[in-house]
């Protein structure tokens, strides 16, 4: 399997952005999907996670009500729609699955798979 995010980029605060992860070897029908970031100088934190059947997401507090996990009805493409963004969403965001779970982990050492970063500059 492998991940690949883009679609970060240097915005201002309110603006809106949506990163993709496009997967390929399996697509998210067989893969929990979820995306998490990583601020200079802190630990990997969850975002946002999505069941396989789309039915069921987790969101970090911090991003409740201003993001939105989905993906594309062939399961794909994973997407993360940012709204609302303020100078503290400014990190490298990177897409990741696990497989064979219906559980929505929000530890990034239980997922299998990782995409590469994209960075999100939210300015003031």
């Known amino acids: 399997v492998q991940l690949q995010a883009s679609g970060g980029g240097l915005v201002q605060a309110g603006d809106s952005l949506r990163l993709s992860c496009a997967a390929s070897?399996?697509?998210?029908?067989?893969?929990?999907m979820a995306w998490f970031r990583q601020a200079p100088g802190q630990e990997r934190e969850f975002v946002a996670a999505?069941?396989?059947?789309?039915?069921?997401?987790a969101y970090a507090e911090s991003v409740k009500g201003r993001f939105t996990i989905s993906a594309t009805s062939a399961r794909d493409t994973g997407y993360l729609e940012m709204n609302s963004l303020r100078p503290e969403d400014t990190a490298v965001y990177y897409c990741?699955?696990?497989?064979?779970?219906?559980?929505?982990?929000?530890?990034?050492?239980?997922?299998?798979?990782w995409g590469k970063g994209t960075l999100v500059t939210v300015s003031s």
């Open positions: 070897g399996r697509t998210f029908r067989s893969l929990v």
């Open positions: 999505r069941d396989r059947s789309g039915i069921r997401t």
């Open positions: 990741a699955a696990r497989l064979r779970t219906e559980y929505l982990y929000r530890d990034p050492s239980m997922m299998d798979y």
